[in-house]
């Protein structure tokens, strides 16, 4: 499914009434997330210039959705479809900034991945620097808390993921992650190659092709994306492999079972998901 498009948004701003954020309501364009009590926030007072520091490098993550471009911690990056794209402003500003953090310059574009568009900056009123991508400026939700969440995807009909698609990223310049092992308070297990730690689900069956966790479910339990390789000097439990979800991205499997993380784990050695309903599990390693 087409995002409704970098190209396209200028004559959807164009051809629709609703004239920035700051004109929404708590429950619409702000996706709940509106004036904070105590009145009107300004755009002059939500953030302050900082000076320019080492750019940081953007990520990729996988949604519900499908991949999409991520900030530097892993949080899903946004465009709003009020924006003009090459304007070199910005018309989310007060409460809507608050609910839509600008997402800051300096950024680098993902090793191995082609952005839909290059990327740039404009100067918001307070004098931040704001990211563009293709003239966009970006930003995030604060109602996504961890890596894998879009839940400000559709919100008010405006605001979209950046979506990258499968043969721009590593997929297409065969760069496999190699996955790491990690020591939990159930053992030695099988994590990402962010040290985090990888689950299996019981619901799966293994070597169907398929998974049995879309949804919601892949919402909280994000699939490990391919392409990845064996940690170094580790016997894993079966081989890896590969399945294509129905959204075209594709999944990493071990002995015929799809791979995911769980959001409830944040820092390496976290394994918080083990057991959550009888059917995940972490992937056991031997010494």
């Known amino acids: 499914m087409r995002n409704p498009g970098w190209a396209g948004a200028a004559l959807i701003a164009a ?15 702000y996706g709940g997330y509106g004036t904070p009590a105590g009145g009107t926030t300004t755009s002059g007072s939500q953030a302050r210039p900082a000076s320019p520091g080492p750019a940081t490098a953007l990520k990729t993550e996988t949604t519900r959705v499908g991949r999409v471009l991520a900030s530097s911690r892993g949080l899903t990056l946004y465009y709003y479809g009020e924006d003009k794209p090459g304007s070199g402003t910005s018309v989310c500003t007060g409460a809507c900034a608050t609910a839509w953090p600008p997402l800051a310059a300096p950024v680098k574009a993902p090793s191995g991945v082609r952005l839909p568009g290059p990327l740039g900056m404009i100067t918001r009123p307070g004098g931040v620097k704001q990211v563009t991508v293709n ?10 808390k961890s890596p894998g969440q879009d839940a400000g995807d559709g919100i008010g009909g405006f605001w979209h993921v950046i979506k990258i698609h499968a043969t721009a990223t590593a997929a297409a310049t065969g760069q496999a992650a190699a996955l ?3 020591h939990t308070k159930v053992g030695r297990v099988l994590a990402s190659s962010r040290g985090l730690t990888l689950y299996f689900y019981g619901e799966d069956k293994p070597g169907s092709g398929t998974s049995a966790c879309t949804g919601a479910c892949a919402t909280a339990w994000p699939p490990l994306a391919a392409p990845v390789k064996a940690p170094s000097g580790v016997r894993l439990p079966g081989k890896l492999g590969v399945i294509t979800r129905p959204n075209g991205v594709k ?10 993380r769980h959001t409830g784990d944040k820092a390496p050695g ?4 083990n057991g959550i309903e009888g059917s995940w599990h972490v992937i056991k390693l031997t010494p």
């Open 180 to 182: 790491k092992v990690t």
């Open 270 to 273: 976290q394994a918080t998901g």
């Open 251 to 260: 999944q990493v499997t071990l002995n015929g079972y799809p791979l995911y």
């Open 15 to 29: 051809a629709l009434t609703v004239t920035a954020c700051g004109t929404g309501s708590a429950g619409g364009a």
């Open 135 to 144: 003239g966009f400026p970006v930003y995030l939700y604060v109602g996504d």
